[in-house]
C-alpha cells in the first residue's frame, strides 16, 4: 500500500517514519497529480492556516476535496484535524478546510496557558493499553454531528478523536510518542477501503 503524506507543512517526517515503520510505502504529497498514486492520505500536525493556504495555493485543495469526496482514505492529526472539519471555529478570516468530518472543531480550545499537555486517554478501538496522547495548541471537537462518531475525550468529556467512514481524526500527536496503534488502524482501513484516485 501506498500512503501519501500531506507535505506543505507541519510534522510530516514523523508521519512518514511511523507508516515506513508498519510496512507501507510513503509518498510525500505536494501536488494535484501525486494523488494519482495513493491508497490513503496523512495530513499532519502544524498550522491549518498555513497548510490551508498552500494547498489552494498549489491548486491541491480542490482535488483533494474531491479525493475525500469519493472515498479516499485519511488520517488527519491536530492541524490535519481541522483540515478535515466540515466547520471550524477560531479560524482566521477567510481560512477554509478540506472537509468530510460532520464536527465543528474549534482551532486552540485549550488556550494559551494550558496550550500543549500531555495526558493518557482509554480509546477502546485502538485497544485496552492507554494512549498516551500529546497536545499542541490543539483542537477540540466540539460537535459531533449524527454521521461522525466520537472515539475519545479528555478527562472533562470534551471529544479529541472521532471517524466517520473513510476519515479519522484525532486532536493529539501519536507520531511524536512512539504511538503506532493510530496508523496500523488507519492502515487498516486503507486495506479495507482499496481506493484508488
Ligand atoms: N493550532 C494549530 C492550527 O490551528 C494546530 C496545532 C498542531 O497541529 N499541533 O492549525
Known sequence: MTIGVLALQGDFREHAA?????????SFVRRPEELAVIDGLVIPGGESTVMDKLSRAYGLADPLKAAVHAGLPVYGTCAGLIMLADTILDGI?????IGGLDIAVRRNAFGSQTASFETDLHIPVI???????VFIRAPIVETVGPAATALASVADGRCVA???????????????????????????????TRFRA
Open 18 to 26: 511511523v507508516l515506513r515503520a508498519l510496512g507501507a510505502d510513503v
Open 93 to 97: 478570516d477567510g481560512q477554509q478546510g
Open 127 to 133: 485497544g485496552d493499553t492507554p494512549v498516551h496522547a
Open 162 to 192: 472521532v471517524e466517520q467512514g473513510n476519515l479519522l481524526g484525532t486532536s493529539f500527536h501519536p507520531e511524536m510518542t512512539g504511538e503506532y496503534r493510530f496508523h496500523e488502524y488507519f492502515l487498516a482501513k486503507v486495506a479495507a
